[in-house]
């Protein structure tokens, strides 16, 4: 079963670049068929999908985002990472790395990791 875990800075200052790194475990994000996502909770608002890739590193982002987010992966470490450019509080939220069948199909979530944008 896939295992995935979410690692990074929990404070970010406005204007900085919020960077986190998905480890995953229990499949291969290269050999798989699964769609590795990021996911984000902003409190009191609905959850969003900020973007993902495919096995063959295909890249796919929320076209509201598109702008300030790149997402990468380092296969030697099955990991794939986030990175969100010129952030605002509005930023502020809970961020979970996601694998799913398809992009419409979130099956398997790390824990999530609070990320706070302030000053």
């Known amino acids: 079963q896939v295992q995935l875990q979410e690692s990074g800075p929990g404070l970010v200052s406005p204007s900085q670049t919020l960077s986190l790194t998905c480890t995953v475990s229990?499949?291969?994000?290269?050999?798989?068929?699964?769609?590795w996502s990021w996911i984000r909770h902003p409190p009191g608002k609905e959850l969003e999908w900020m973007g993902g890739?495919?096995?063959?590193?295909?890249?796919y982002y929320n076209p509201s985002l598109k702008s300030r987010t790149s997402i990468s992966r380092d296969t030697s470490k099955n990991q794939f990472s986030l990175q969100l450019r010129s952030v605002t509080p509005e930023d502020t939220g809970v961020y979970y790395c996601?694998?799913?069948?398809?992009?419409?199909?979130?099956?398997?979530w790390g824990q999530g990791t609070q990320v706070i944008v302030s000053s």
């Open positions: 996601v694998a799913g069948a398809s992009w419409a199909d979130f099956g398997s």
């Open positions: 229990g499949a291969s994000i290269t050999a798989s068929d699964d769609h």
């Open positions: 890739q495919v096995h063959d590193g295909g890249t």
